[in-house]
T-cell receptor
Framework: DAGITQSPRHKVTETGTPVTLRCHQT?????MYWYRQDPGHGLRLIHY???????DKGEVSDGYSVSRSKTEDFLLTLESATSSQTSVYFC????????????FGPGTRLLVL | GENVEQHPSTLSVQEGDSAVIKCTYS??????FPWYKQELGKGPQLIID?????GEKKDQRIAVTLNKTAKHFSLHITETQPEDSAVYFC????????????FGTGTRLAVRP
């Protein structure tokens, strides 16, 4: 499982409040990703990172920002949470070597009221 | 960009029967196709993958086939067991690895004892 932990695992918040989700990995994988999972949509990429301070947008990045100040940590921030951001959020990592695949964390279930 | 369609969305089989899940992709440059299994409350886990230079790959009761001409690939599970019950996701990438994966919408497989 590439030593991936996500915190918190569950969170309930109110519309308009900021929320930060943390992904921590212990395998020194270079690439990290944030996805959201919603019924009927599968896994959709929010943001990704190819290294420290190297991040880019995925297909559903509006309303989200990320930061990666250390190889092992990738933070996802919802600046002002909305009900449409109620979802399950998964972090994933990749070594970056050819032929490797992504490893996923256990997920964070977020409810925005 | 790449689009991956997955069918069926739900599948129910009797224990011991076979299950087949199909995915089609739109970008002929895609060359890496992983399959993930997601159990309730957990993150997706890789179960098998195939690259475009191979037509079929097998691992015990699980096999994946790839038809590059038709741009579709399939997951075959034989002799299904109750522990095979889960959501299965296909994905595609042009990067020869797990980078920049586009996921299908998932298939919920139920194996009836």
């Amino acid at each position: 499982d590439a030593g991936i932990t996500q915190s918190p695992r569950h969170k309930v918040t109110e519309t308009g409040t900021p929320v930060t989700l943390r992904c921590h990995q212990t395998e020194n994988h270079r690439y990290m990703y944030w996805y959201r999972q919603d019924p009927g949509h599968g896994l959709r990429l929010i943001h990704y990172s190819y290294g420290v301070k190297d991040t880019d947008k995925g297909e559903v990045s509006d309303g989200y920002s990320v930061s990666r100040s250390k190889t092992e940590d990738f933070l996802l921030t919802l600046e002002s949470a909305t009900s449409s951001q109620t979802s399950v959020y998964f972090c994933a990592t990749l070594t970056g070597r050819v032929g490797e695949t992504q490893y996923f964390g256990p997920g964070t279930r977020l409810l925005v009221l | 960009g790449e689009n991956v369609e997955q069918h069926p969305s739900t599948l129910s089989v009797q224990e011991g029967d076979s299950a087949v899940i199909k995915c089609t992709y739109s970008d002929s440059a895609s060359n890496y196709f992983p399959w993930y299994k997601q159990e309730l409350g957990k993150g997706p886990q890789l179960i098998i993958d195939i690259r475009s230079n191979v037509g079929e790959k097998k691992d015990q009761r699980i096999a994946v086939t790839l038809n590059k001409t038709a741009k579709h690939f399939s997951l075959h599970i034989t002799e299904t067991q109750p522990e095979d019950s889960a959501v299965y996701f296909c994905a595609a990438s042009k990067e020869s690895s797990g980078d920049k994966l586009t996921f299908g919408t998932g298939t919920r497989l139920a194996v009836r004892p």
